[in-house]
């Protein structure tokens, strides 16, 4: 009995001890609150703007038409998806200017056959525009049938007192939904040739 009473005596003096160092020790640990709960799994970061110097490294050259003496300009596009029959189609444009001392660049916008341009038809004028730095514009067509059409940009720079033009060819390729089922018609059955009488 004494050994018991020794013991709780002993619990009694110490309890108040040890709940105020637990309390001492959760409050100046220094641990911010939640640290021990796990981390979240690693997010993949959202991709960032591309600064408006730079292009897409999607984008491809588009076909350029005959001209005389260096090109003063270069055009870049980008389909935004795949072209279909009937879906409106976006197409991101970028004209890159060769030299840094033009006055100006404009353009116009046509759709081949096959194509209806539903916006865009016009560049809008960029006065004074640097060398190498994009200017960017986006075409809608809506692609009315299968087959490989063109979207043609006419592009003029202002240089030194005289104009020159220059034309760009989009091709786009559309490709009608194949049928899920086919049915294919028997042929009829080839007639023998009668027997020769004898």
């Not at 050994?3 to 409050?27: D, Q, W, Y």
């Not at 100046?28 to 640290?35: D, F, L, Q, R, T």
């Not at 994009?134 to 692609?143: A, T």
Request: aromatic fraction near 4%; proline fraction near 11%.
């Amino acid at each position: 009995m004494r050994v018991l009473a020794v013991k709780a005596s002993v619990f009694r003096i110490f309890l108040p001890v040890l709940l105020a160092g637990a309390a001492l020790l959760g409050c100046g640990s220094g641990e911010k609150p939640g640290a021990n709960v796990p981390a979240k799994p690693a997010v993949a970061p959202a991709r960032k703007p591309l600064p408006t110097s730079a292009v897409s490294p999607n984008m491809v050259s588009a076909v350029s038409g005959p001209h005389t003496g260096a090109s003063a300009v270069q055009v870049k596009f980008e389909l935004r998806e795949r072209p279909e029959v009937n879906h409106p189609l976006d197409i991101d444009l970028v004209i890159l200017p060769g030299r840094g001392n033009l006055d100006r660049i404009s353009g116009t916008v046509t759709a081949g056959e096959g194509l209806e341009l539903v916006d865009g038809a016009q560049v809008p004028v960029t006065e004074r525009p640097a060398e190498g730095v994009p200017i960017r514009h986006s075409v809608k067509v809506l692609p009315k049938r299968d087959g490989l059409f063109t979207v043609n940009a006419l592009v003029s720079v202002d240089f030194g007192g005289q104009t020159s033009t220059q034309t760009f060819s989009v091709p786009v390729i559309v490709a009608g939904t194949q049928p899920t089922t086919t049915t294919t018609a028997k042929a009829p059955p080839t007639p023998r040739p009668a027997a020769a009488s004898r």
